[in-house]
C-alpha cells in the first residue's frame, strides 16, 4: 500500500496495517507520540485496533518538551 | 490587505494563549502588536529571572503572576487589545471552558504531557477549532529545521526535533521564532487564508 506519512509518500509491502504496526514498521518509539489517520486523532487504546489502508494520510507527531 | 483593513478584522476576533513561558508571552506580544482584538491567556507560574533569556517580561516583573505581567506588557503595547487573565494550572475542563469562545487556541506549554492534554481536548470537546502548537525550539542555530505543518485544523511549528535539556537550554531566537511563527499561522487562519479554510471553501 501506499500512504502519505508526515507529508511524504511511503510504500509497504503490506497492504494493510494497524497503528501498532506502522510504528514498528517506521521504528517509532517516542513515549509522547500523536497519531492522526485522516485528520481523526487514534487513542492509544486503539493503536492495536485502528488500520492504516492504502491511500490514508497519516500524521506522527512527537511531542517534546519546550514551550 | 492595507494594514488598516487587517486591524478593522483582527480586532473582533479571539485567541485563547495556553501558557504564557516563552512562546505564550512573545505570541501575545505579536498578536497584541497587529491589533487582535481579545487575548485569553493562561498560566499559573510566576516571573524569574531565568525566564528572561526569552520571555517576554522584564527584571523589574520578577516574582509577579506572569498573566498579570503579561497584562501589564499588552497595554503598554497597545491598550486596545483587551486580556482575560487565568492564574490557574490548565486542566482539561478548564481548556474546555476558557477556550470555548476563541476563534483560535495556541498551544504554549512547556511540557509534552500538556501538550498531549490540549491536544486531545481540543480534538474531542471542541472539533471545529483551529489549535496551533509549538513542537521543537530548544538551543540555537539549525534555521532550516523550523518549520510548519497541517493536519485539518492541527498547525505544528517548530523543529520537532529538540527538546529541552541542560545542554539544549531554550533560548530567545528560537523560541522568539516559533512563538512569532504560531503568531503568524494565527492571522492566517484569523484573516480567512489558512489552506484548509482555502480548501473546505472550494468543496
Not at chain 1, 511511503?10 to 513515549?31: G, H, I, M, S, W
Not at chain 2, 485563547?16 to 516563552?22: E, S
Not at chain 2, 505581567?69 to 487565568?86: E, H, S, W
Request: hydrophobic share 45%; glycine share 8%.
Amino acid at each position: 500500500m501506499k500512504i502519505i506519512l508526515n507529508n511524504k509518500e511511503e510504500v509497504f509491502d503490506a497492504p494493510q496495517f494497524t497503528v501498532n504496526e506502522l510504528l514498528q514498521a517506521k521504528k517509532f518509539t517516542f513515549k509522547m507520540l500523536v497519531i492522526k489517520v485522516n485528520g481523526q486523532l487514534i487513542k492509544k487504546s486503539d493503536y492495536s485496533s485502528a488500520l492504516i489502508n492504502d491511500g490514508d494520510d497519516v500524521m506522527v507527531l512527537h511531542l517534546i518538551s519546550g514551550g | 490587505m492595507t494594514f488598516e483593513e487587517v486591524k478593522h478584522i483582527l480586532k473582533t476576533k479571539t485567541v485563547g494563549i495556553a501558557g504564557c513561558g516563552g512562546l505564550g508571552s512573545n505570541c501575545a506580544v505579536a498578536l497584541a502588536r497587529v491589533g487582535i482584538g481579545r487575548l485569553v491567556v493562561a498560566d499559573f507560574d510566576l516571573v524569574e529571572e531565568g525566564n528572561l533569556n526569552r520571555q517576554f517580561y522584564f527584571y523589574d516583573q520578577i516574582g509577579m503572576l506572569k498573566v498579570s505581567a503579561l497584562k501589564q506588557n499588552l497595554f503598554r503595547i497597545n491598550p486596545d487589545v483587551r486580556v482575560n487573565t487565568f492564574d490557574i494550572r490548565l486542566c482539561q475542563s478548564d481548556i474546555i471552558e476558557i477556550f470555548s469562545k476563541c476563534d483560535v487556541i495556541v498551544e504554549a506549554f512547556d511540557k509534552p504531557e500538556m501538550k498531549y492534554m490540549i491536544l486531545d481536548a481540543v480534538h474531542n470537546y471542541m472539533p471545529e477549532k483551529f489549535l496551533v502548537m509549538g513542537v521543537g525550539m530548544a538551543g540555537w542555530g539549525g534555521n532550516n529545521l523550523i518549520h510548519s505543518r497541517q493536519s485539518d485544523k492541527l498547525i505544528i511549528c517548530g523543529d520537532e526535533k529538540n527538546a529541552i535539556s541542560e545542554k539544549c537550554p531554550p533560548l530567545a531566537p528560537r523560541v522568539g521564532i516559533v512563538a512569532n511563527m504560531q503568531a503568524n499561522a494565527v492571522m492566517e487562519i484569523l484573516l480567512g487564508t489558512n489552506e484548509h479554510q482555502i480548501h473546505t471553501e472550494h468543496q
